[in-house]
């Protein structure tokens, strides 16, 4: 039984990770912090899981990490840095925010603004895609989880630039997000009233996740790779949505994600010509991807599916902590999606 | 393992089940009929389950029921009584229609019109309200799941009539569900257009629901009980709330609760003075129950949530199955909360 | 034409008041007020009212009062207070904060808390509920919006204890509101993410409309009157539904509301029999009501819809404000609700 | 005073033509035809509108279009053309089905299947984008409404065409639409619990408002033009949103669209860089388009957001109609958007 600590276990990822590690046979969960309630129950701050004996929020100078394995750390970004740089050299780290998902400091600087406060620990964190970095997930101290936009987006088109049947300068990306990715701090522009019914672009050419596609699809293409994003609030709770508009032959495509993917235990290939849809997901840690052909000669439609805070953040976290530690990668992962 | 067969596979009950057993260590589904559905992979149905093995949907008569240990029947109620008439004996029956619940057939014909068709099997089915019938069902080849508005409204008053802490002629329940409770056939009433942004009483002072208040509540008390019940539809998917307006002393009432509740694995009963949300159990077997003291002396408000789709139907039968199996009754019913 | 004010224009009901005013031909803005985003254009605070011709969000200190007619006050309560307190007396004023409708200051310093800093204004104000106050509004200087659910449950009931039809001290009023009540500002349990998919009871035995109810009911009745009143958060944007469980003949109960509604523009009495719905009233200040005989006997139900922004706030406030400038009170108020 | 009869007035297009009529000072119902529902009052069909007085609904064939200036035909396709062809020479018509939206009968064919059964007034026709054809609409006799998507995504795109600032090669459209455009009518896909809480693309490079784009993109670049057309489901009932993906000169582009647009009442351009929201249109007759400079050099974003009952069919259909009657064609139009 490996023990768990969770650091800023008050927001939406912090309580996806307690939801999925209460159904986990091989981990537990020894502290969970969250500076401004420490001292609550944590089922007083998500009653969702009261019914799970769980031990009290507290501050993380309370925690004693002895017999700790694996941390989470579930805080702001900025914030994640500093705190990581001080855990002791012996646990391993999953975290979630975005201090070290760009190996570039130029880039992070461009994207987070203000300089990074651990430079030694950013050059050797190993990006958190479980599909394509496997294997040095399974060696790394610490693994940067992905952007839950940024996982959306490289799922279905990595694959593509990787077997080079795609044209790279014709890359455009429209995403449909839903409420919970924007986490449990109180804003205006997240309110039922100003959300429900309603639908709009935001970020638009200027979401921090470009930071991540630009490295991740460069990288694999071996050249400079830049993509038209567009980012939609919709009004749902959880659930992403990319319809990816791409040149080349779909037939191809189909059969490179087919290869990419025929082994994965939670991205799952819809039969071509099907798309899939945020609701089939909910919950769960699948992603799904569908190929559909475009009237117009040459262009292809290709779209993925998956839970902003599942696949995309905490159920992807998880996958990676069960790597680092030598379990079964699907531990607690396995639970089908939640319809309707 | 057991070998499980459902019928009536494509409505949201099905699909609940085939759900909460893909994650159940002792049973595997046989079977999953739906006669209008038949041949299809089940994933065409409910895409969000298409990542499971599942037999192909089938029609009743296909079925080879050899070797099967429980049958659930979902379908709808008339049919069911017909159906289930015609299993073979040695198959035990959990039945989420409404054809077994009431003990008196002319209280069957009353709320359901038409005749029973199988009086004889009506006359040994145990009413499937676990907290209160778990003996009869231990024994039982046939429970007939309750309504999922009856449960939500039985689990926080039956207790208080039996220690005789409440006034039985002054129990006022009004009620709040969501749409899933109504199945999936299309209706205009249902449509996304008529339900969200909106709510409104329905079936008022006639819900067949009441045909299982009457009964429950009298059986109970020692005498007739009829109480007064509004159900209201909200814009949600899942989900009932119950706010119960009763007489009686605060204190005692939460005595009650306490004693019945105190070792039940899904009734959980929150601190005095606070009270439920369905957003807090919604996908999972839990029933959150409240005791707030009004401000009006010798009145009490009573709460209850739960989700209509699991402890209201497929996870109350779910229940209901451990036990006839003889094995544990948390089995399969143990995933947390879906939030947000 | 008449100058109108609009203080405290950048909430929910200051827009709606702005809304209203777009299509009324007797009324034209001469200022809006917002002290923390004073500068701005309307339309860059409320992107959907971007097509009106409006003056720029000021300061209430920039505001010259000469030649307005009437001041809308949408502030906070307390600091409604003040600032009426220091208007020129030549301007007319319908307050649509809480600060005037409680005529006892004990109730106010019980419910709000804190001294009122007006109290000579206080004893002079004239409570908002048009169809009982007509008379006094006629003739007011300061008039007191009411709370949108005091509205809600004031208009279907204060007739019946003006006919002395129902028993007064089983008055049992459930009511579902929508979020738009609880105003623009960020806060966490106001969130799509907490608000959607979901519904709760909140401020049990405890409302600060409690003020309200007890003191037009015991003004009526002519006795004390306390109600139990049990507010719901459900997710929709607009709208105010009670279910209210009186003790009474369900024909008298239809007649003296037929009595009282008969001539009245915006209160709409359903036949016999049938319940109103949040959305056939959203967007417009129309009022409906319906009464259902239970099936106890002596008990029935009787019902009300609004919308908590239009009849339960600025829409009510508009109606005083035609009354109060001697204008066609249905001025501006006649478009028809929106749905689906 | 101008007669107007609505045929096909049982569904959501029918009811906001009521809606909007209710508050036009020239025109007055003078018949409402929904064979099914024939004999019904128009309230109960629709109790939003119950508070206005209204004929009956009834038969087509029981109207007297003796003094009947204009009709609106909502009825479904290919019901249209046969009632259209048999209506008396004397009234004008606006129809909102599809069925004189394309010029070529072979097109018509291909996109609906079966032949055209009033191919000579298909000839005659007008196609309804007011922005577009306001000369032609004067002086028609028949006008057909445009798709709500089509008018979504000609309104933005025919300026940048026009004036030659665009690749007519590189136009991608995505769309997001609610539920409302689907209609009232039972389908398991629009049920609340289908719907809500998810989104999905449908109808992927097929769906029929293609043949609308195709026809009026080509006639304006004077070549051949085929667009990529991806629409998406998404939980709101009223509105649509378009992201489009063109190449060409920001600057170039908003100077385009701030040409056309700069007389129109209805067509508002946002300040360069915003894009719109659906829930800022809701209720109204307004178009809000928007203009964003993608990052990718040579690529811009152009958006637009209307509302699909109103400016999308029924408010569009009432503009013409009112230009058709000599009438000023805001008339009826100018209420503002409902929000929140």
Redesign the interface.
Known sequence: MKNIVILGASG?TG?EL??LL??HSGMRIKALSADRKAGLEYGEV???????ALPRLCKIEEIDFTGVDLVFCALPHATSQRVIKALPIHVKIVDLSADFRLRDPAEYQKWYGGEHAALELQKTAVYGLTEFYRNEIRSARLVAGTGCNAAAGLLPVLPLLKAGVIDPDEI?I?L?T???GAG?????G?????????????A???HRH?GEFDQEFSKMAGREV???F?P?L??????I?T?I?VRGAAEAIYTALQAHYADEPFV?L?PFGQ??????????N?C?IGV?????SG?V?V?S?LDNLTKGSSGQALQNANIMLGLDERLGL???????
């Open positions: 939406y309580a307690v939801r209460a159904g998500f009653p969702h899981l009261r019914h799970l455009i429209n449909l839903g409420v919970s449990r701090a109180a804003r205006e997240m309110l039922h009233a100003e959300v429900s019914e309603g639908a709009h672009a935001y638009i050419a200027s470009l830049k993509v038209s567009t939609h919709v009004p749902q709770n959880r659930g949505l319809t508009n799952y819809l798309a899939p849809a945020t609701r089939h997901v909910r919950g769960s699948y799904h559909v052909a475009e009237r117009v262009r439609l779209f599916a396995e639970m089908a999606p939640l319809f309707p």
